[in-house]
């Protein structure tokens, strides 16, 4: 006992002192995805004593195929892939029968239906390796969703499951799952990008890995995708970035997003009432409509500038997925907020059935059911720590910083560092809202912010920090160039973001943001381009350019979007491009096709890419590197540029009144890191 107080102390000590940061002192509460503890003790209770309509649920649950501990297993497989399809309906039918495996052992408390469980994730977890096919990131997204719910599970009810099959499952999630869908799926409607949020949260909680869940949470309420929050409820009435589209869709895409606001519910977070509670809107516009009701519509067109449905579509309507319950329960019985439509849903299809498919877990009635509401307001426990800290450096000299508040808290601890693994500072308490505007900063430094929640109770632990420079690094501006409406740039002491709109790169007028420095005789810019874009009309890359007027002399490398006749795989190039005259056509000189994975994966840019323009004298080379070691040399041009010149970044969305995101890091300008001068 004396060993484990010392190392406890040492570990504290540690961490007062700056030399662990926060995000190494935080843990998560287990088992915390779909089910906490107290989920499945309270479900468990009401079988027991027949309570209704759980038990009605149970009823429809228990004589499910899948939920009998003599099924068989359908896999496991060594690959599998969806279009083209292979294995998707055995591994997801198994993935089911994992789930609900686990649910049945945790109600019945017979070690049969834990140990078929068990069988089912460590048959894949021991064979599976890799996830193929166009549609890849959204089957990773669907049926391991469940068959890690199933884990989190088993591991922590006393299952007995063994701690190195335990670990193999881990290895599993972390190195096969994870790397298809880390990236999420910029280039798709939104239940795709939704689904690989989710998954990724639960990988970060079985895990253990605070940076993978707080990645998807930052992506859940500031993704540049169609699966943000705000970007798939796209206004105060509820409607769906796949309203136009159908209702199946529609459903599927904010039953991942509730999945999303259920897993940080049992991390202790109130993702629910994030945006003015914006997920219950969606639900509750989609449900009125749904039921036969009438609802506003604004045709918009999506993030991808691909998808633009002028009416609301009729498709699938009035056919309900099983996904009301569990945002009925929420709202109302934890919360005690009205959800009528929601509510007229979730009564009219009781007891929830399967899901279809392997979309969604659906038997919400079983699941999600409540007999009352709960006052989440008795506060007994210090709250966790506040999570998905979003930082923006604004025009007027600050820094921005909001964040997904914690259940339970009555105010927050705002505190800053000006290194990433430093000792944080307090700035400010008492704070009642998630946001904090913080004045007191010096323009081109980087700061480092971490929060704190505060209760009648307590301290709880700090955030995972999140850095941003305030207005850009020292050197370094933002030009919106032609008719292109000015942007927004930033820097997190690590990547560039760059967003805005833009038309053209090959006229005689340039429409873009250029984030720029000047540049003083012969040099070399070097990027690596962070997957992924937005908008997929965007064009991007490095231009050195003699002035900032629309038209000014200029030699370009961008990676750029070639039509094709399917909207759903253009051809990647990387063009050098070339204006030797002052209001002339840009002129491409040499255009490359870019087809190397994982660059490019069924014409999607999925993958990592290294660029360099480099400039000698009159001659200027480009490059590009899948690793950033070996370099591929697309082609040379001469151009007569002279005097002050500014190099940097060009972005353009492609279309007028649509904004494109784009990261670059691992940035130098003569072998000198960003920031240097």
């Known amino acids: 006992m004396k060993c484990i107080h010392k190392l406890l102390m040492f570990i504290c000590c540690l961490f007062l002192s700056g030399s662990l940061s926060p995000a190494a002192a935080q843990g998560f509460t287990h088992p915390g995805l779909l089910q906490s503890k107290e989920d499945l003790e309270r479900i468990k209770r009401a079988v027991a004593d027949k309570q209704e309509p759980i038990y009605s649920g149970y009823l429809v649950f228990q004589a499910n195929a899948q939920s009998q501990y003599t099924y068989h297993l359908q896999g496991p497989m060594a690959m599998v892939g ?36 068990e069988e089912i994730i460590n048959a894949w977890s021991s064979t599976l390796k890799s996830i193929t096919g166009r549609d890849a990131v959204l089957m990773a997204g669907l049926g391991p969703f469940k068959m890690i719910n199933a884990a989190e599970i088993l591991r922590y009810t006393d299952a007995g499951w063994s701690a190195a ?16 869908i880390k990236n999420y799926a910029l ?148 919360m005690g907020l009205p959800a009528p439509y929601t ?16 979309d969604n877990i659906g038997f919400g009635t079983l699941l ?60 400010a308490v008492g704070i009642k809202k998630t946001v904090y505007d913080d004045r007191d900063v010096i323009n081109g430094k980087t700061y480092y912010y971490t929060v704190s929640a505060v209760n009648n109770t307590g301290h709880s632990r700090d955030a995972y920090p999140v850095g941003i420079t305030s207005m850009l690094p020292i050197s370094w501006d933002l030009a919106a160039l032609d008719t292109a409406k000015q942007g927004y740039a930033a820097f997190d002491g690590r990547i560039f973001t760059i967003q805005g709109e833009g038309i053209s790169t090959d006229s005689v007028h340039d429409s873009g943001q250029f984030l720029y420095r000047l540049l003083t005789g012969n040099g070399t810019i070097i990027a690596r381009y962070v ?19 629309d038209g000014d002399k200029q030699v370009s490398l961008l990676m750029s979007p070639e039509t094709s006749r399917q909207v759903e795989a253009p051809h990647w190039n990387l063009k050098l491009m070339l204006r030797g005259n002052a209001g002339a056509k840009a002129m491409t000189a040499v255009s490359v096709p870019v087809d190397d994975e994982p660059i490019v994966t069924f014409s999607r840019l999925t993958g990592y890419c290294w660029i360099k323009l480099q400039r000698q004298n009159s001659e200027y ?25 500014y190099v940097g970044f060009y972005v353009t969305s492609g279309m007028p009144g649509l904004a494109t995101t784009v990261h670059f890091d691992e940035i130098s300008i003569n072998n000198k890191p960003l920031g240097e001068k």
């Not at 193999?168 to 999630?173: D, V």
């Not at 849903?345 to 392997?358: D, H, L, N």
Request: contains cysteine; hydrophobic residues 35%; proline residues 4%.
């Open 621 to 645: 080379s480009g490059y590009y590197s899948t690793d950033g070691i070996t370099w591929k040399k697309i082609g040379m041009v001469s151009s007569p540029l002279a005097g002050q010149l």
């Open 82 to 117: 969806r279009n083209p399809t292979v294995g998707q309906n055995i591994y997801d039918t198994d993935a089911a029968a994992a789930y609900q495996n686990a649910i049945m052992w945790a109600i019945t408390e017979k070690k049969e239906y834990a140990g078929k469980a």
């Open 343 to 358: 509510q007229q849903v979730a009564e009219k299809i009781r007891p929830e059935q399967q899901g279809s498919g392997g």
């Open 368 to 427: 999600y059911s409540r007999s009352s509401v709960v006052n989440t307001k008795n506060v007994i426990t210090i709250p966790t720590p506040p999570a998905g800290l979003i930082a923006k450096a604004t025009p007027n000299n600050g820094n921005f910083i909001t964040w997904i508040e914690s259940i339970n808290a009555e105010s927050y601890t705002i505190k800053r560092s000006e290194s990433p693994r430093g000792s944080f500072k307090t700035l």
């Open 531 to 549: 997957p992924q874009i937005s908008s997929q009309l965007t064009t991007f890359g490095l231009t050195i350019r003699q002035g900032l007027k």
């Open 187 to 334: 280039f798709a409607n939104g239940n795709w990008d939704s689904a690989a949020i989710k998954t990724d949260m639960a990988i970060g909680v079985f895990c253990n890995d605070r940076a993978i869940f707080e990645d998807a949470l930052r992506y859940y309420v500031n993704g540049a995708g169609n699966g943000r929050l705000s970007n798939y409820i796209i206004n105060n009435a509820g409607q769906c970035q796949e309203s136009g589209r159908d209702q199946q869709h529609t459903q599927l895409g904010i039953a991942h997003l509730a999945d999303c606001a259920e897993i940080a519910w049992h991390q202790g977070l109130n993702l629910y009432a994030y945006n003015d509670n914006l997920l219950l809107k969606g639900f509750e516009y989609t449900a009125k409509y749904n039921l036969g009701m009438e609802v506003p519509y604004t045709p918009v067109i999506d993030k991808t500038g691909k998808y633009l449905n002028k009416k609301l579509s009729a498709e699938g309507r009035g056919r309900f997925r099983t996904i009301y319950e569990q945002v009925y329960n929420h709202y109302v019985n934890r």
């Open 165 to 180: 099959d335990i670990e193999k499952a881990q290895k599993h999630f972390r190195e096969v799952i994870y790397p298809v």
